[in-house]
T-cell receptor
Framework: GQSLEQPSEVTAVEGAIVQINCTYQ??????LSWYQQHDGGAPTFLSY????GLEETGRFSSFLSRSDSYGYLLLQELQMKDSASYFC????????????FGAGTILRVKS | NAGVMQNPRHLVRRRGQEARLRCSPM?????VYWYRQLPEEGLKFMVY????????ESGMPKERFSAEFPKEGPSILRIQQVVRGDSAAYFC?????????????FGSGTRLTVV
């Protein structure tokens, strides 16, 4: 099966940089994704990494190290609207290719 | 291009009743996934369907729960004889194909409350 670990909560101030880590265990790794969810609303897709390295999309970047089974989401120039839950998720080719989510990290941005 | 449409947004059922949750995927998307989320928890996979086929139902409880995605119409998640423990948010997602680099598009969810 798969398991993912991420911190339950992170707090940061407006304008700062925050990193949300995710470690995973799967038997057939296929890629690491990140999703954002505001107040129980629809989760929205942020990024996907299949290969090692950093992917940048505006203020958000995502990093993957396959050898370490580790990735992170980096949020820069934090804004109040970034307060949300952030989920890492893996596709496991050995288990039907479905997306398996971590328990989520609640990010609280303070002014 | 409408996103993933789920209805109803909120559903209240008494114990023992049936709940039917509907999901229309994005136009052009042929893969549908259902997830359940309890408060302050992650999304738990339930079932993955393509038109007229259940691809993976490993996350579905063995009893009372069923899902379908007919040739015409929305995907339906059906919960028979609901119990209080079924109270949760149920999210549907769709993707254009079974490919890792396509993110899922989620609907706004159905919040089921069993009283």
């Amino acid at each position: 099966g798969q398991s993912l670990e991420q911190p339950s909560e992170v707090t940061a101030v407006e304008g700062a940089i925050v990193q949300i880590n995710c470690t995973y265990q799967t038997s057939g790794f296929y890629g690491l994704s990140w999703y954002q969810q505001h107040d129980g609303g629809a989760p929205t897709f942020l990024s996907y990494n299949a290969l090692d390295g950093l992917e940048e999309t505006g203020r958000f970047s995502s990093f993957l190290s396959r050898s370490d089974s580790y990735g992170y989401l980096l949020l820069q120039e934090l804004q109040m609207k970034d307060s949300a839950s952030y989920f890492c998720a893996v596709r496991d080719a050995s288990n039907g290719n479905k997306l398996v989510f971590g328990a989520g990290t609640i990010l609280r941005v303070k002014s | 291009n409408a996103g993933v449409m789920q209805n109803p947004r909120h559903l209240v059922r008494r114990r023992g009743q049936e709940a039917r949750l509907r999901c229309s995927p994005m136009k052009g998307h042929s893969h549908v996934y259902w997830y359940r989320q309890l408060p302050e928890e992650g999304l738990k996979f339930m079932v993955y369907l393509q038109k007229e086929n259940i691809i993976d139902e490993s996350g579905m409880p063995k009893e009372r729960f069923s899902a379908e995605f007919p040739k015409e119409g929305p995907s339906i998640l059906r919960i028979q004889q609901v119990v209080r423990g079924d109270s949760a948010a149920y999210f549907c997602a769709s993707s254009p194909r079974d490919s890792s680099n396509y993110g899922y598009t989620f609907g706004s969810g159905t919040r089921l409350t069993v009283v």
